[in-house]
């Protein structure tokens, strides 16, 4: 199922209201987690034995991963938002996600000291959701285009 996607109402959260399809919501969902800051709806969100195609080096497991990135996003950025660019239900309960992110860096993240500058860079993420929790993620994120915006 493709959604249709209205740019003014494409947040996370007016996303995840509007979802026709549980795996949408839920493929959703995991974006509102990062605007709030919800290092907690993790458990809500994610599978305990969620597979991370791509996962944090260093971190135990990929739940931990899931907390570690949300609290990078929450203590280093204000104001974040994404917004969901492109969006598209497949068979088995995949949904491929193409998404913004927006925000000020005011704090230390990623091991970049806070600059205050505005950011805006984008990822595609393909997550797979089962029983209503996210059980497989693919994600890759556009940090070159992070890292230019901030140490410009």
Not at 14 to 40: C, F, H, I, K, W
Not at 100 to 122: E, L, R
């Amino acid at each position: 199922m493709t959604v249709t996607i209205d740019p003014r109402t494409n947040t996370a959260a007016e996303m995840v209201r509007n979802a026709p399809t549980t795996a949408l919501q839920v493929a959703s969902r995991n974006y509102e987690l990062y605007d709030t800051g919800n290092v907690a709806g993790v458990d809500e969100v994610f599978a305990p034995d969620l597979i991370d195609h791509n996962p944090v080096l260093g971190v135990p497991n990929a739940l931990d991963g899931m907390r570690y990135l949300i609290s990078e996003v929450r203590d280093g950025y204000t104001d974040t938002q994404h917004r969901i660019l492109f969006q598209r239900e497949l068979s088995d309960g995949w949904v491929v996600n193409h998404w913004q992110m927006t925000g000020v860096h005011t704090g230390d993240a990623f091991g970049m000291d806070a600059s205050g500058k505005p950011v805006a860079f984008n990822g595609t993420d393909i997550v797979r959701v089962v029983d209503g929790r996210i059980t497989e993620i693919y994600h890759v994120e556009e940090l070159l285009q992070l890292t230019m915006q901030v140490k410009a």
